[in-house]
């Protein structure tokens, strides 16, 4: 079974419980979010050519076809990761005081690299957002914990 540790797969069998239906597995469309769901950061065009698909039942992954994408993902190195987020957003605080404007980091999400759309956007900002200040300046710093899943960084 891939070359997943045990508890790792048991993390892998709880995410298709979730996303999935009993002896079909999951849904290929939903292969980014299962991924991330583990903790995982593939890029699009990765989970592509990983087997994801665009439409939803065009086709289904099998845990035993998903470990090994798993694993394979795992060891990406083209995954961005918090201080690699961090270093980037720290070119957007021009007072270098760890905020930046939350106009700026919302132009970033749906212009730049893999953009998002603004109904994610929103999401997004809901699930892992502190208000903006009165000048409509944020820290970025807390938002990219959770947004990464790092409660050991947020101040």
């Keep these: 079974m891939a070359d997943v540790p045990k508890r790792e797969v048991e993390n892998v069998e709880f995410v298709f419980e979730v996303m ?15 991924l991330r769901a583990l903790n995982l950061n593939p890029t699009l065009a990765l989970i ?17 076809e998903f470990l ?3 694993s394979q993902v795992k060891k990406e190195k083209e995954q961005g990761c918090y ?23 919302q132009h970033a999400l749906l212009a730049l ?7 994610q956007v929103e ?3 809901a699930d892992c957002m502190d ?3 009165d000048e409509g300046f944020i820290p970025y710093s807390p938002f990219l914990a959770r947004m ?8």
Excluded at 21 to 31: H, R, T
Excluded at 148 to 155: E, G, S, V
């Design 68 to 70: 090994p994408i798993y």
């Design 113 to 119: 690299g893999e953009n998002l759309d603004d109904e």
């Design 20 to 34: 999935g239906s009993p002896g079909e597995g999951i849904d290929a469309v939903d292969l980014g979010d299962a």
């Design 148 to 155: 990464c899943d790092r409660p050991d960084q947020l101040k």
């Design 123 to 125: 999401t997004l900002f």
């Design 83 to 105: 201080e690699d987020f961090i270093e980037c957003l720290k070119l957007y605080d021009k007072e270098e005081n760890g905020t930046m404007l939350l106009a700026e980091l």
């Design 48 to 64: 592509e050519k990983l087997g994801g698909t665009k439409k939803r039942n065009e086709k289904k992954i099998k845990l035993d």
């Design 131 to 133: 208000p903006e200040d």
